[in-house]
């Protein structure tokens, strides 16, 4: 991508990476593991009760199943963002997968 912005701007004459293409083969995305039947979902909620971790971790578990975000939200939240009197979270964009803001931009 820097090579194409250097190349539109006329810092350089020609594009590199395009020589690449097809060098390195295509990163197939695979699914992250995920719990759909709801025994199992039981299971879980009962084993998290029995789970002897360090308090922080029991919290983060306890909070995530009530708030549904991803991990990186939830370890990247700030007092700032949350509205008790509104029961409010406001995640900035910059933490969203999809961002195309610049960062600090909420909605």
Not at 11 to 26: F, H, K, N, T, Y
Not at 67 to 90: C, K, M, Q, T, Y
Request: hydrophobic share 35%.
């Amino acid at each position: 991508m820097s090579s194409r912005y250097g190349v539109a701007t006329g810092r350089c004459e020609r594009d590199p990476s395009a020589d690449l293409r097809g060098a390195l083969p295509p990163v197939k995305s695979k699914r992250f593991a995920n719990i759909t039947d709801p025994k199992a979902i039981g299971q879980l909620l009962r084993d998290l009760d029995g789970y002897q971790g360090s308090f922080v971790t029991i919290c983060a578990l306890k909070l995530a199943l009530l708030v549904f975000v991803r991990p990186g939200e939830l370890r990247h939240a700030e007092w700032s963002e949350i509205n008790l009197d509104e029961a409010e979270w406001r995640i900035p964009r910059r933490l969203s997968e999809n961002s195309d803001r610049s960062e600090g931009e909420t909605d």
